[in-house]
Nanobody
Framework: QVQLVESGGGLVQAGGSLSVSCAAS????????MGWYRQAPGKERELVAL???????RYADSVKGRFTISRDIAKNTVYLQMNSLKPEDTAVYYC??????????WGKGTLVTVSS
């Protein structure tokens, strides 16, 4: 069992920057990858960024060049730095952990609002 707790988020103007972080606890050894999904009102949850244990990353096309995911293994924490934010980035951002045995864990989410 892995528990994920997000922090950060909030309100920012378009063009601004914001960061969110996610601390993992519990069965850390079972984590294969960590990342962020987001869900905007009326839309499906979508992958934003993912970082695997080896350090490789994956980004949604819509955030490439603007968002950066990183991970501090020692602190069991994953970060998402979001720059050049757009109103369409407004969503609840969920921390995600891909675990062994095809399991996963989710955080409760943190709201990011980008005003125009």
């Amino acid at each position: 069992q892995v528990q994920l707790v997000e922090s950060g988020g909030g309100l920012v103007q378009a063009g601004g920057s914001l960061s969110v972080s996610c601390a993992a606890s519990g069965s850390i050894f079972s984590i294969n990858a960590m990342g962020w999904y987001r869900q905007a009102p009326g839309k499906e949850r979508e992958l934003v960024a993912l970082i695997r244990n080896g350090g490789s990353t994956r980004y949604a096309d819509s955030v490439k060049g603007r968002f950066t995911i990183s991970r501090d293994i020692a602190k069991n924490t994953v970060y998402l730095q979001m720059n050049s934010l757009k109103p369409e980035d407004t969503a609840v951002y969920y921390c995600y952990a891909d675990l062994r045995l095809a399991m996963n864990s989710w955080g409760k989410g943190t709201l990011v609002t980008v005003s125009s």
